[in-house]
């Protein structure tokens, strides 16, 4: 067992020196990484290339934390309001008109449609759209999103179901955070984490980040934006919508609830300038379906006022002069700079499924950070340096080939972050001084095996092979248990307790290269170049 090819001894080497070179960039300057990363050429990948370095967390370089609740209430409403245009649509269709229209319940909406005949074509296009409730796992749960019952005279009732309400909830979450996700990545920053929280909050950490408040406006404004015409006199009050106008100071005006084209159908959203009046604008451009909505409504609203809604606010009204069919325009409605900037980043993002309210909000100032760091830093070496000691004192030779497994060991850990682009948090670096321990733990177990069969009259040669083989059992149990512990911890944890499990579970992995497989390889080719004749401890 002693005996090392030359093929594994170099893979063991060169294996450790990809180690270094992908752990080397956390040595370089964030900026030195980046002219690393705008060096490769375009035809290489770009992963081959060690540039990246470890993320540091919210805790170690400062930033924002905030905490997201989807409001349940306004989604409710968004329901209610989407069921009602839905029912609006099947009565068009089937050509039946209820008695004293559509109204609206908390919960869902009812109608009276008092003939038997009309009720027999409407009842099976109403039940359609009781939706059954699907989940990942199970498929189909046997649930319905809406809940469609006959009452006397002719009432008849859709109600948004318990089930259907959560299941709402749990999927506009999941939305959520991919829109606040490309919110927070069109402003620049760094590696932020965003993740559920519960049933209906999101958790978003932004590192570097010092300005909360303009965090909370960028993921808080829902960023809903329609194109509707300002409603006309004599439009029936059924079919317009109160909003207050930016432009009249906030008075309310009459809107059409007919939407033209909706946010969703824009595919580019960029900050300019006015050259008419210098101010800060927003030009916009339409995908294939919008463009040709928009250039249809424009032509056939030709003199007539478009009312651009962002978040049930009208923030431009201007008067359609020619048909607008090129699938492009500008929002305008005197923006700063920095309004237009933000909402030109909201606009590219998406739209939320709901408004989000902040429930929890923190800052984190660079100097705790780096407090923080330097702490760790300290903790660190001090570890490292009683432990070296120790195994150096305890195990002579043995403890120098530990002590070096030692140092490829945490190199394996940055080189891996790295790779992985895994952030480090104060508990991560706790963790990093765990796997010390635990790493040299391995070595101590199978030293002291070796020790014991030596003292049994064992050949050194024998005592070393029996010290590796019957200390492994050992060692992969203790290191399981471990593992299985790290995995529940990364599961069912967040935040800075998952950032240990992180780090614990690269330090396992990387614990059964170093201690028993590297060191295994020293102690052999120190043996075929000494062939000592007892064992040096």
Do not use: C
């Amino acid at each position: 067992m002693l005996r090392f090819s030359t093929a594994k001894v170099v893979s063991i080497l060169l294996l450790t020196l990809l180690g270094f070179l992908f752990a080397a960039p956390n040595l370089l300057s964030p900026d030195a990484r980046k002219a690393i990363e705008a060096s490769i050429p375009a035809w290489l990948p770009s992963w081959i290339v060690p540039h990246k370095g470890v993320v540091l967390g919210l805790d170690l370089q400062g930033g924002s934390h905030v905490v997201l609740e989807v409001d349940v209430n306004d989604l409710t409403r968004t329901q209610v309001n989407i069921l009602r245009d839905d029912v609006r649509r099947i009565l068009r269709e089937t050509r039946v008109a209820p008695q004293g229209g559509i109204g609206v319940m908390p919960r869902g909406v009812q109608l009276r449609v008092p003939n038997q005949a009309d009720r027999d074509k409407l009842m099976p296009k109403l039940r359609e759209l009781a939706q059954p409730i699907t989940n990942a796992v199970i498929g189909q749960t046997g649930l319905a999103t809406i809940d469609v019952t006959e009452g006397a005279d002719g009432l008849v009732q859709l109600t948004l179901t318990e089930p259907g309400l959560v299941d709402r909830v749990r999927r506009a979450v999941a939305q959520a955070i991919e829109v606040l996700r490309r919110r927070v990545d069109a402003m620049g920053t760094t590696e932020p984490s965003i993740q559920r929280q519960g049933a209906d909050r999101i958790l978003v950490q932004v590192p570097g980040l010092q300005d909360p408040q303009r965090l909370k406006e960028i993921l808080g404004k829902t960023a809903k934006l329609q194109f509707r015409f300002v409603a006309e006199p004599g439009t029936s009050s059924a079919d317009v919508e109160m909003m207050p106008s930016r432009d009249a100071g906030g008075q309310q005006i009459p809107v059409e609830r007919r939407v033209i084209v909706e946010g969703e159908d824009l595919v580019d959203a960029q900050p300019a300038f006015s050259q008419q009046t210098n101010e800060p604008i927003v030009n916009f451009r339409f995908n294939v379906r919008g463009a040709q909505r928009f250039g249809q409504a424009t032509s056939e609203g030709v003199g007539r006022r478009l009312a651009i809604v962002l978040d049930n606010e009208v923030v431009s009204a201007p008067v359609v002069q020619t048909a607008i069919t090129g699938g492009s325009g500008q929002i305008s409605g005197r923006f700063t700079v920095q309004q237009a900037n933000d909402l030109a980043v909201l606009l590219r993002a998406g739209a939320l499924p709901a408004k989000l309210t902040v429930v929890e909000e923190r800052t984190v100032g660079p100097g705790l950070g780096a407090d923080s760091i330097q702490a760790g830093k300290l903790a660190t070496y001090v570890a490292t340096i009683f432990v070296v000691l120790f195994m150096f004192a305890t195990y002579g030779l043995f403890g120098l080939f530990a002590n070096i497994a030692l140092i490829v060991h945490v190199v394996f850990i940055f080189a891996l972050m790295s790779i992985l682009g895994a952030t480090l948090t104060l508990p991560g670096i706790a963790g990093i001084v765990l796997t010390i321990g635990t790493a040299v733990d391995s070595n101590v177990l199978i030293y002291e095996r070796i020790r014991e069969e030596a003292h049994a009259g064992r050949s050194i040669v024998s005592a070393i092979e029996a010290g590796f083989e019957r200390a492994f059992a050992t060692i992969f149990d203790s290191n399981s248990t471990m593992f299985i512990a790290a995995l529940i911890l990364f599961f069912l944890g967040s935040g800075p307790v998952r950032g240990f499990a992180v780090v614990f579970i690269l330090g396992i992995l990387t614990t059964v290269i170093t201690a028993v497989t590297m060191t295994r390889m020293m102690i052999g080719l120190w043996y075929r170049w000494a062939r000592p004749k007892s064992i040096p401890f």
